[in-house]
């Protein structure tokens, strides 16, 4: 998907293999496009996962804070805060549960998107991709995004086992 700052962007959907680089689209978001064409967006569907030619690097919250690093180079799209309209919802979610709004990547930066989400062909297969799509799974997301990065794995490992409640409690109590 392309973040509501880009739907007056020329964009294109992403296929398996693209090479893209992190863009300023001066439209107040940062986005992938193809290197070749740096005016088209490129969208990413939510659960593509995509690997990045060196670590990520991200300015939270683009207030010129110092760059951070993040120690891994491979992440899954996902799109998150669906239900908060006007704010940015593309983001990354790297392997130890912690998410990354795109929009905070550094520009340049280079990903190959290594594999498409499949779609889901029973209600069961469904079902299973909409794991942690609770109102409170989306509430604990936000919580871990604003708060406390050391909560992070623990509460992710409870949205995932399904346990969205409980994983809130935990979160609130730690934050």
Known sequence: MCDY???HVKSRPAKVGDKLTTINFNTGTRGFAAPEDSTTAVCILPGTELAFSEEVKCVPFRLGWKAKTINFSTAIFR?????????HHDALEFPDGMCVLLTDLLEGQEATVLQLPA??????EEAAQRRGSSPEARRLRRLIFVGSRDCTKRASALIGSEQPRRAASYVERIL
């Open 5 to 7: 700052s880009l739907h």
């Open 79 to 87: 799109q998150i805060n669906k239900d908060m309209p006007r704010v």
């Open 119 to 124: 779609q889901p062909k029973t209600p069961a």
